[in-house]
């Protein structure tokens, strides 16, 4: 099990007004005396007077704080643009003033207002806080005895969940000095607390794997020159793929119990072209009366031959390049290693990219090397493991899971979540 942990802070405001106050960024400068109001500047980034290091440089500074200066946007002074201009735009702190901004001067700007509480619409816990808000209004209150204690607006507010009300901004006390000279009005109930931060836990598990007697299963399908054939599921830890004659009588139940589960080689359709491509078909078949079997244990599935035939194979996880054939009456082969699927399986919940594969290729009665196109053979026997696809199917599913959280994140109004994964230990069964 996995769990997101989206994480919010509020940080645009304090920083927006560190940056004005700095003077540091051409352009970026308070519009009126009560510092209620700032500019900033607004040129086009495909204007030939545009000075990426000046026009864009409190663009850039907000994406590195963000952290979004990654490979990709290194030099995207649009895409900065862009990243504060939404920011901005969302947040209910700020107000774009229309009438004050200049866009059609040598220094285009904007203006943005700074948005008192009162205007905002925030929803403040008060219940839930108490406990803190009473620290909190003793240890401001030894801090200053002035009369205006009494004159702060009443914001509404309602119950929310403890996590909450876990910390209380400093942006509140900022605010205070930047609006203490706004008309107030009496016997209201003091609040001066902002919800800070704002924490979501998110479970993502996976399917519960499937019990032990039924992990072990084969989905098989025989091609002749391109076409399929015949497809069949089995379940059960071991499968014989072989040709039986149809002249042959089939073996009685009594016969057959105790021995593998069969696959017959079916004889070639009419629908396959006539040619000399098809007589070596009907020549080949006879060879493989023996046939291979195919056993899976706990480290994987291995293949043994018994069939005249030669079989080659080829699978994700050969180490030798070239050909791999199977020797008859030789020791079975390892075919699919379930310690390489599982080490090739968490590298792909962690780093996406392509899926482990989840199956193994068989040519009876010619060579197959990984370079050549399986549908040009006589004999093809494509072997999947079902229990491996369900548990990239569930890798997957994951890993979409965790991009929707991320798109979460990105989309915030004032783009400020961030997200995190940590691990869950799965509960005792």
Same mark, same amino acid.
């Given at each position: 099990?996995?769990?997101?942990?989206?994480?919010?802070?509020?940080?645009?405001?304090?920083?927006?007004?560190?940056?004005?106050?700095?003077?540091?960024?051409?352009?970026?400068? /308070?519009?009126?005396?009560?510092?209620?109001?700032?500019?900033?500047?607004? @040129?086009?980034?495909?204007?030939?007077?545009?000075?990426?290091?000046?026009?864009?440089a409190? &663009?850039?500074? /907000?994406?590195?704080?963000?952290?979004?200066?990654?490979?990709? *946007?290194?030099?995207? !002074?649009?895409?900065? @643009?862009t990243?504060?201009?939404?920011?901005?735009?969302k947040?209910?702190? %700020?107000?774009?003033? +229309?009438?004050?901004?200049?866009?059609?001067?040598?220094?285009?700007?904007?203006?943005?207002?700074?948005?008192?509480?009162?205007? #905002?619409?925030?929803?403040?816990?008060?219940?839930?806080?108490k406990?803190?808000?009473?620290?909190?209004?003793?240890?401001?209150?030894?801090?200053?005895?002035?009369?205006?204690? +009494?004159?702060? @607006?009443?914001?509404?507010?309602?119950?929310?969940?403890?996590?909450?009300?876990?910390?209380?901004?400093?942006?509140?006390?900022?605010?205070?000095? *930047?609006?203490a000279?706004?008309? $107030?009005?009496?016997?209201?109930?003091?609040?001066r607390?902002? =919800?800070?931060e704002?924490?979501?836990?998110?479970?993502?598990?996976?399917?519960?794997?499937?019990?032990a007697?039924?992990?072990?299963? &084969?989905?098989?399908? *025989?091609?002749?020159?391109?076409?399929?054939?015949?497809?069949?599921?089995? #379940?059960?830890?071991?499968?014989?793929?072989?040709?039986?004659?149809?002249?042959?009588?089939?073996?009685?139940?009594?016969?057959?119990?105790?021995?593998?589960?069969?696959?017959?080689?079916?004889?070639?359709?009419?629908?396959?072209?006539?040619?000399?491509?098809?007589?070596?078909?009907?020549?080949?078949?006879? &060879?493989?009366e023996?046939?291979? $079997?195919?056993?899976?244990?706990?480290?994987?599935?291995?293949?043994?031959?018994?069939?005249?035939?030669? *079989?080659?194979?080829?699978?994700?996880?050969?180490?030798?390049?070239?050909?791999?054939?199977?020797?008859?009456?030789?020791?079975?082969?390892?075919?699919?290693?379930?310690? =390489? %699927?599982?080490?090739?399986?968490?590298?792909?919940?962690? +780093?996406?990219?392509?899926?482990?594969?989840?199956?193994?290729?068989?040519?009876?009665?010619?060579?197959?090397?990984?370079?050549?196109?399986?549908?040009?053979?006589?004999?093809?026997?494509?072997?999947?493991? !079902?229990?491996?696809? #369900?548990?990239?199917?569930?890798?997957?599913?994951?890993?979409?899971?965790?991009?929707?959280?991320?798109?979460?994140?990105?989309?915030?109004?004032?783009?400020?979540?961030?997200?995190?994964?940590?691990?869950?230990?799965?509960?005792?069964?």
């Amino acid at each position: 099990m996995a769990a997101g942990r989206m994480r919010s802070t509020r940080r645009l405001r304090s920083w927006i007004v560190e940056q004005v106050s700095s003077g540091k960024y051409p352009g970026l400068v /308070w519009d009126d005396d009560a510092k209620t109001m700032f500019r900033i500047p607004w @040129k086009h980034a495909g204007k030939q007077d545009f000075r990426k290091d000046e026009d864009a440089a409190i &663009f850039k500074a /907000w994406a590195e704080f963000k952290g979004k200066l990654t490979d990709g *946007v290194q030099d995207n !002074p649009a895409s900065w @643009k862009t990243r504060l201009r939404c920011a901005l735009n969302k947040s209910p702190e %700020f107000k774009e003033v +229309n009438d004050r901004a200049q866009l059609d001067i040598s220094e285009p700007y904007k203006v943005y207002r700074l948005v008192p509480i009162s205007e #905002q619409g925030l929803v403040v816990p008060e219940k839930k806080c108490k406990e803190k808000n009473t620290r909190r209004s003793k240890r401001r209150r030894s801090e200053s005895q002035s009369d205006d204690v +009494n004159h702060i @607006k009443q914001i509404k507010t309602e119950d929310v969940t403890s996590q909450l009300c876990e910390s209380l901004s400093e942006d509140a006390l900022l605010l205070s000095d *930047v609006h203490a000279d706004e008309p $107030v009005q009496h016997n209201t109930t003091i609040i001066r607390h902002v =919800v800070d931060e704002i924490r979501l836990d998110v479970r993502i598990e996976e399917s519960v794997p499937a019990p032990a007697a039924v992990q072990d299963s &084969f989905r098989v399908a *025989v091609h002749y020159l391109g076409q399929e054939v015949l497809k069949r599921h089995i #379940q059960g830890t071991d499968v014989r793929i072989m040709y039986l004659p149809s002249s042959l009588t089939p073996p009685t139940p009594s016969a057959l119990k105790g021995r593998f589960p069969r696959i017959p080689l079916p004889e070639p359709p009419p629908t396959l072209p006539a040619g000399p491509e098809l007589q070596a078909l009907f020549t080949l078949l006879p &060879f493989m009366e023996k046939g291979v $079997v195919l056993t899976s244990t706990a480290q994987g599935v291995y293949g043994k031959r018994f069939c005249q035939g030669r *079989v080659f194979w080829t699978g994700p996880h050969t180490t030798m390049p070239g050909l791999h054939k199977m020797e008859r009456n030789a020791e079975p082969v390892l075919l699919f290693s379930k310690d =390489v %699927f599982k080490q090739q399986l968490e590298h792909y919940r962690s +780093n996406g990219g392509e899926p482990p594969q989840c199956g193994i290729t068989m040519c009876f009665g010619e060579e197959l090397s990984n370079r050549e196109d399986p549908s040009t053979k006589l004999i093809i026997v494509q072997i999947t493991l !079902p229990c491996a696809e #369900q548990e990239v199917q569930n890798a997957q599913t994951f890993l979409q899971s965790i991009s929707f959280l991320q798109s979460l994140a990105n989309q915030s109004p004032l783009e400020e979540i961030t997200l995190e994964l940590v691990a869950v230990p799965s509960p005792d069964p």
